[in-house]
């Protein structure tokens, strides 16, 4: 059964660090792109960071120099190491698996990716 499942989220206070992991089956795992969104309540969901099968990744503004995307082959897990965080990073974080988009890159745009996680919640108080 193709399916991803988060794990990781918690509260924590301003400044300080979370793992994230998504468990992802097999056939999802080998998707051309993985990546890890998030939403914040009253807001769309936005793209995190993407990572391809070739370990070419990208991240949105806000994640650079704070966030890290990996992937663990051999185990078929997707990574997110936050860092530094801060409230406004609170949400509920999702993996997602994806294809290319016409550029051939990994794009952030929810519209491409086809299977998601249920979530894991991430909330960072002051």
């Known amino acids: 059964q193709a399916q991803m499942m988060e794990s990781g989220g918690d509260s924590v206070q301003a400044g300080g660090s979370l793992r994230l992991s998504c468990l992802a089956s097999?056939?999802?795992?080998?998707?051309?792109?993985l990546g890890w969104f998030r939403q914040a309540p009253g807001k769309v969901r936005e793209g995190v960071a993407t990572?391809?099968?070739?370990?070419?990744?990208d991240y949105a503004d806000f994640a650079k120099r704070r966030f890290t995307i990996s992937r663990d082959d051999e185990k078929n897990t997707l990574y997110l190491q936050m860092n530094n965080l801060k409230p406004e990073d609170t949400a509920m974080y999702y993996c997602?698996?994806?294809?290319?988009?016409?550029?051939?890159?990994?794009?952030?745009?929810?519209?491409?990716?086809?299977?998601w996680g249920k979530g894991t919640q991430v909330t960072v108080s002051e």
């Open positions: 990572i391809d099968g070739f370990g070419v990744v």
């Open positions: 997602a698996a994806g294809t290319y988009d016409f550029t051939w890159s990994c794009s952030t745009d929810v519209i491409d990716y086809n299977s």
């Open positions: 097999r056939y999802l795992y080998r998707s051309s792109c």
